[in-house]
T-cell receptor, first 114, second 113 residues
Framework: GENVEQHPSTLSVQEGDSAVIKCTYS??????FPWYKQELGKGPQLIID?????GEKKDQRIAVTLNKTAKHFSLHITETQPEDSAVYFC?????????????FGPGTRLSVLP | ETGVTQTPRHLVMGMTNKKSLKCEQH?????MYWYKQSAKKPLELMFV???????ENNSVPSRFSPECPNSSHLFLHLHTLQPEDSALYLC????????????FGSGTRLTVV
């Protein structure tokens, strides 16, 4: 089955710097890759996603890149702000007979230092 | 608020207790999910409910019993739990089982003593 690895497990950056989180997946049939942000005391919230027919997607300060050949995708946050501090989860999914089946990475705790 | 509400937010129960977690969504979604979030582990899908059927992860112990009386409400009944069941239990919903957009609730933090 699918296996998703995520690195680093923790990341500290200075406010204004960039942060990059990388995930690798094992199943080449996976075709959808979302990123979730989980703030303290809240559930995960979808922040950006990418499908396998696209190599890059950007939404303001957040971007995601996908390398299908190498089976890895990355989250890029530029001009980080303290409110970006949270745990970030990547996931990989492929359609199945019973619907989508997401496999999540273990998460990265991002701390943005003022 | 995301539109998915979970109660209670925190729960402490003994191993011989019976309790239930509740999830409610008013997004008009037709699929609902229970996830388990343990420290330093990936989110684990426990159960999926949709208009059509229930799909479950076969590795989930029988001491967890889901109930979905309608498309807006989802329960997780708990009995004779173990300390290792302590975790954050997240409910999510989506338009249907094939939808890519999941909306999560804030979770119930469960502690088994």
């Amino acid at each position: 089955g699918e296996n998703v690895e995520q690195h680093p497990s923790t990341l500290s950056v200075q406010e204004g710097d960039s942060a990059v989180i990388k995930c690798t997946y094992s199943d080449s049939a996976s075709n959808y890759f979302p990123w979730y942000k989980q703030e303290l005391g809240k559930g995960p919230q979808l922040i950006i996603d990418i499908r396998s027919n696209v190599g890059e997607k950007k939404d303001q300060r957040i971007a995601v890149t996908l390398n299908k050949t190498a089976k890895h995708f990355s989250l890029h946050i530029t001009e980080t702000q303290p409110e970006d501090s949270a745990v970030y989860f990547c996931a990989a999914s492929k359609p199945r007979n019973y619907g989508q089946n997401f496999v999540f990475g273990p998460g990265t705790r991002l701390s943005v230092l003022p | 608020e995301t539109g998915v509400t979970q109660t209670p937010r925190h729960l402490v129960m003994g191993m011989t207790n019976k309790k239930s977690l509740k999830c409610e969504q008013h997004l008009g979604h037709n699929a609902m999910y229970w996830y388990k979030q343990s420290a330093k582990k990936p989110l684990e899908l426990m159960f999926v409910y949709s208009l059509e059927e229930r799909v479950e992860n076969n590795s989930v112990p029988s001491r967890f019993s889901p109930e979905c009386p309608n498309s807006s409400h989802l329960f997780l009944h708990l009995h004779t739990l173990q300390p290792e069941d302590s975790a954050l239990y997240l409910c999510a919903s989506s338009q249907d089982r094939r939808s890519l957009g999941y909306t999560f609730g804030s979770g119930t933090r469960l502690t088994v003593v």
